[in-house]
């Protein structure tokens, strides 16, 4: 894929396995030496410096295009930007101008943001990654991204992501869609991104973007936050509106925040979290919604409190179970309780929740491509668009997740119904729930995800192990930190708590964070040492 500017419009050329070459907004004069040195800058020690007067959200902005001309379209070519907003410095240039003269509109002011390529923004393409999509240019703004820009936000550009978020096919490979080829691991470049929100995962790893938002439906944030080296939250459903966000399943999907450091997500969160009553699950939110996140960063947070070990997610690789016993080290060291539980229901909503995924995309799907107005107005039509244009589409693996979906009835349906509600009551009221209320526990722990897997378009993805499935289902909190390493691939732990428990989990996070500095920037090898 290539992207140019045009008169001031971001062009796709064509789409390839390869990333783009070009960047617009960028300059060939300062690519390479970036007025402000951003790599490994954290959102909030910007938003000081800009606040000082030290540093502009232009001057910001433009360094984070520099860096995507160097990093991402260059050099070790990521592929993790599907496009640039047009508009990215002007709207920076406006902020600061508002900030000069004494307005500041919330806690992102002048913070550049990359979005997921699922999410509606007012003037850019929004395609799922799906070439089928490339025409797709919503009216208006998801609610989340209104919200991100009333709160001051810079909106970068969009990120690559496993195309469909990765609802298409049983042979995917986390990080590929048609329309913006491969995206990379930035700690080992043939190493996997993991998904959906691949691109969002890559970019933040690789600063270039201040933070990044990433959408989940089950495991699509931490798992590229895990694999990326990354801390990222995946919040309750409906504590950040989905309107505007191509689904998957109205029963689990989520936006939500991936940075650099506990304390960004806090920062992100508190520009993302909102009451949409136009979302289902939105009104229920009413009243649980900190007013600022940033007060639950403690380095003393776990101290009194009571964990719960999820051993049933261990065991598959000694690195992983290794970082984990340096996790339960440091929680208790911080004067936190650990103990081992087991769940009883572990693992037995897979067959449930696929179900109800596959309902729910279906009727989520159409609802989304009729409202916006897309090229294709239903899942069949994008079926058939996808057999037509196999050689460019499909080229990798085909759509029989697609097909299976489309071969569903409506949410009338019993059998629907029926695994909504096992896959619900096994992950949530007889899972995670039920092992909180038993062992009164603050939060369980697990570990986030095997080490990052090589990149391979024949056979598709080689998953070893997880731990977050179970909040995801339930459609509770979880979120993952740095923890520790295998041969230099970044792995993560997972705290997962009640519903509207985000605020005890950054908390939680934080004081891991601080205690264990796990975090290590990318190193961008080629490949493993042997």
Known sequence: MKRLSIAGVVVLLSACASPPTSAPGSSSATVGKPTVDVVELSATDARARMASGELTSVALAQAYLD??????????????????????????????AERKAGKLRGPLHGIPVLLKDNIDTAGM???????????NRPASDAFVVARLRASGAVILGKTNLSEWANFRSTRSSSGWSSRGGQTKNPYVLDRNPCGSSSGTGSAIAASLGAVGVGTETDGSIICPASVNGLAGLKPTVGLVSRT??????????TAGPMARTVSDVALLLNGMAA??????????????????????????????????????AMGYHPDVDAS?????????????????????????????????????????????????GSPHASLEALITWNKANAAKAMPFFGQE???????????????????RDDARRLAGKDGLLA????????????????????TDHVLGDHFVGAGYGMSAVAGTPSLTVPIGDSHGLPLGVTFMGPAYSEGELIGFGYALEQATKARQAPTYKATLDP
């Open 244 to 253: 505007g966000i191509i689904p998957v399943s109205i029963s689990q999907d």
């Open 401 to 419: 997740i697609f097909e299976q979906a489309q071969a569903k009835g409506p949410l009338t349906d019993p059998a629907y119904k029926k695994a």
């Open 435 to 454: 092992v909180l209320a038993k062992h009164k526990l603050d939060a369980v722990i697990a570990p986030s995800l095997s080490p990052a897997w090589p």
């Open 67 to 96: 860096r995507i001309a160097k990093i991402d379209d260059a050099g070790p070519t990521l592929g993790a930007v599907i496009e640039i907003n047009p508009q990215a410095v002007a709207d920076a240039t406006a902020l600061d």
């Open 324 to 372: 984990m016993t340096k996790a339960i080290e440091a929680l208790k060291a911080g004067g936190a309780e650990v103990i081992d539980i087991k769940v009883p229901t572990y693992n037995a909503w897979n067959d449930p929740e696929f179900s109800v995924l596959l309902y729910e995309f279906k009727d989520g799907l159409n609802t989304y491509l009729k409202k916006s």
């Open 125 to 135: 393409v929004n395609s799922a990654g799906s070439l089928a999509m490339a025409d």
């Open 275 to 312: 009451v949409d009553v136009s979302d289902s699950s939105g009104a229920a939110a009413t009243g649980k919604i900190s007013a600022d996140y940033t007060t639950f960063l403690k380095a003393d947070a776990v101290k009194g409190r009571r964990f719960g070990v999820l051993r049933q």
